[in-house]
């Protein structure tokens, strides 16, 4: 049986998702995987992350909230002190103007990650916890479901790139089982440096996966076009941003307000339908500019509206329960 429809897209989440079971595939380890989706840098976006969490420390960052920490609200907690002292003696130059820092303070005390009080004029500021190390490796994953010569070409410059600035510590190519071995002519494409991973779907998921080639671990902390400490930084942001989207949140910037959008749980995952074009929809077709959109109903929404809203709140709400629900 083949992923959802031919969209890469399902593939993606139905590879999210097994991931976020079953990952890592050749190796046994305690450490929990937070799984997101589109994520990396101005350069480099990554299909599929996989964040490999320290279990202990995964659960102190819980006290920092469900959401994402941004570079600005980081600074802050990590270097927040256990006592009050003035914010100016407490954090590192950050480089930039203080009054940023200042704005960065009052947001993180409304967000409930730092405490703050004044002191005649002067703003003080004291640790909620510290800031846990929860990050330990980070996995980057490209979806290609038809891994033929010619994607397997276009794939080689992107892991390529990858593999020299080594931003994570492992890249992997995912692609769908055919019941063939991978071809050996499909990997001389490939930077030796890149797993590739076969994964073999049946109706209740993914029923197999098959590591075809294992990949070399990468050194995050030497210099190579990003200095260790640049890639330090970026490391920790992508990770925030995978805690705090995971691979669900595909559905913010898709229709689920549209009468036509149904989720349908395939492999185990919950995937877009549209029940217009009767396809798996991609996140940009399924757009506000989709000439097929038509908002639910009002009839739909009576029940619990406006306050619960109809069934695209519905599968928000769901959607959003299932990422609570996993961290
Ligand atoms: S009609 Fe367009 S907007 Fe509506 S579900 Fe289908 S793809 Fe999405």
């Not at 609200?73 to 009050?84: F, G, S, T, Y």
């Not at 980070?138 to 479901?145: H, M, Y």
């Not at 705090?244 to 989720?263: A, I």
């Amino acid at each position: 049986m083949t992923a959802p429809g031919d969209a890469e897209f399902g593939f993606e989440l139905v590879t999210c998702r097994w991931a976020e079971r079953a990952w890592p595939p050749d190796r046994e380890t305690d450490a929990v995987p937070v799984v997101a989706r589109q994520l990396g840098t101005q350069r480099r976006r990554w299909d599929t992350v996989v964040v490999e969490a320290d279990p202990d420390a995964l659960a102190a960052r819980a006290a920092f909230g469900a959401d994402t920490l941004d570079s600005d609200l980081l600074h802050i907690v990590r270097n927040a002190p256990a006592e009050w002292a003035w914010y100016r003696d407490a954090l590192p130059d950050p480089g930039y103007p203080w009054r940023y820092v200042r704005a960065a303070i009052h947001r993180a005390a409304d967000r409930g990650v730092v405490e703050k009080r004044r002191d005649g004029n002067r703003i003080q500021i004291r640790q909620i916890a510290p800031y846990p190390d929860w990050v330990r490796r980070i996995v980057a994953i490209e979806n290609k479901p038809d891994l033929d010569a010619s994607a397997a070409r276009a794939l080689a410059d992107q892991l390529d790139h990858d593999v020299s600035t080594a931003l994570a510590d492992e890249v992997w190519v995912a692609t769908e089982a055919t019941g063939a071995a991978v071809e050996p002519a499909l990997l001389e494409d490939l930077p030796v440096e890149a797993g590739v991973l076969a994964l073999e779907f049946d109706g209740d998921g993914v029923a197999d996966d098959t590591v075809a080639w294992h990949p070399a671990s990468l050194d995050p902390t030497t210099d190579t076009s990003l200095s260790a400490e640049e890639k330090a930084e970026k490391r920790l942001e992508i990770a925030e941003r995978a805690y705090g989207s995971g691979w669900r949140s595909y559905v913010e910037t898709m229709r689920p307000d549209c009468r036509w959008f149904e989720l349908r749980e395939v492999h185990d995952a919950f995937v877009p339908w549209c029940a217009a074009k009767e396809t798996h929809p991609t996140a940009a077709e399924c757009s506000g500019s989709c000439p097929e959109f038509q908002p639910e109903p009002p009839a739909w929404r009576t029940r619990g509206w406006p306050i619960e809203g109809g069934p695209g709140k519905g599968i928000k709400r769901l959607l959003a329960r299932r990422r609570r629900d996993r961290r």
